[in-house]
């Protein structure tokens, strides 16, 4: 029977039927404002119950970090109205059913896992790269729980040291440097025109040299930050997902060479650098995939 999934946003949340096969049925979205977090639960429970959809748990992956006991948000810059409600509490009494709560990067990582390009690696990495950049791990079938339930924060990896300073307070983290925004306003402050990184990364794609410059800058820090990863995970293989991973082999081309020229020959040898195949959906899906597995 299909599970119920919803994804809470940064700006959208998502809310849809998640069959065993993966596919999202009946998508509905919601803005993630106003902001005040029992009126964002009511509304949910609103829209879940005007779809009518029968299911006895419902999975919900929330962006950032989750509280080791799965009941609420530990730690999110963006959504800090969201941080430590209680969150699980607040949709159970709303939804009317359990509610299996997960941090968005592990269900991004355990859908690309159970139903896209991560299917039958032993040491599955995914990293998604968008406004934010995280990550998530399934060893050995299992999402890698080390810290508030996450592989940690892998976005954050150090690729420029003294580098520019970093939305977690550090200087010089892959995220600062290929961040969708950080991307965007180097376009714009080397003149060129675009108002996002979707729009960056269709100029580079059409061939405007400066566009196609920076998106290659992005994939060589991205590669240098999975060489320090994959020193240490040892993936076997390592998707890319996320707004950015678009851009596909004008990134991963210049983050596959980087990243086998830096990482130790163990790590080079072993992992494999993919584009992750399932776009917006994976956090959706996975969402309802943690609902099925009941960890
Ligand atoms: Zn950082």
Not at 81 to 94: C, H, I, S, T, V
Not at 129 to 147: C, D, N, P, S
Request: a negative charge; glycine letters at 14%.
């Amino acid at each position: 029977m299909p599970v119920a999934g919803i994804d809470i946003g940064g700006t959208t949340t998502k809310l849809a039927l998640v069959g065993l096969d993966g596919k999202i049925e009946g998508l509905r979205t919601i803005p993630t404002a106003p902001g005040n977090a029992p009126e964002f639960v009511n509304r949910l429970g609103v829209v879940f119950h005007e779809a009518g959809w029968r299911s006895d748990q419902v999975g919900v992956a929330v962006a950032g970090f989750v509280s080791e006991a799965h009941d609420a948000v530990a730690y999110n810059p963006n959504l800090p109205w969201l941080e430590r409600f209680p969150l699980r509490k607040a949709l159970e009494n709303a939804l009317g059913v359990p509610v299996i709560l997960e941090a968005d990067s592990n269900a991004a990582a355990l859908a690309e896992w159970r139903w896209g390009v991560g299917c039958g690696s032993g040491r599955f990495l995914c990293l998604t790269a968008g406004t934010g950049v995280g990550g998530g791990m399934v060893a050995g079938g299992k999402l890698l729980r080390y810290a508030y339930e996450g592989v940690g924060d892998v976005g954050h990896v150090i690729v420029a040291p003294g580098g520019p300073l970093c939305s977690c307070g550090g200087k010089g983290c892959a995220e600062a440097l290929v961040g969708a925004n950080a991307i965007a306003k180097r376009f714009r402050d080397a003149g060129g025109a675009a108002n996002d990184l979707r729009e960056v990364i269709e100029e580079a794609i059409a061939g405007n040299p400066l566009a196609v410059r920076l998106i290659e800058d992005a994939g060589r820090w991205l590669g240098l930050a999975l060489a320090t990863l994959a020193n240490i995970l040892f993936p076997d293989r390592i998707a890319i997902a996320g707004g950015l991973s678009e851009a596909g082999d004008l990134l991963l081309d210049p983050c596959r060479a980087v990243f086998h020229d830096n990482a130790s020959t163990f790590a080079s040898e072993t992992a494999r650098i993919v584009k992750a195949e399932l776009g917006w959906r994976a956090t959706l899906a996975g969402a309802g995939a943690s609902a099925m597995l009941d960890e």
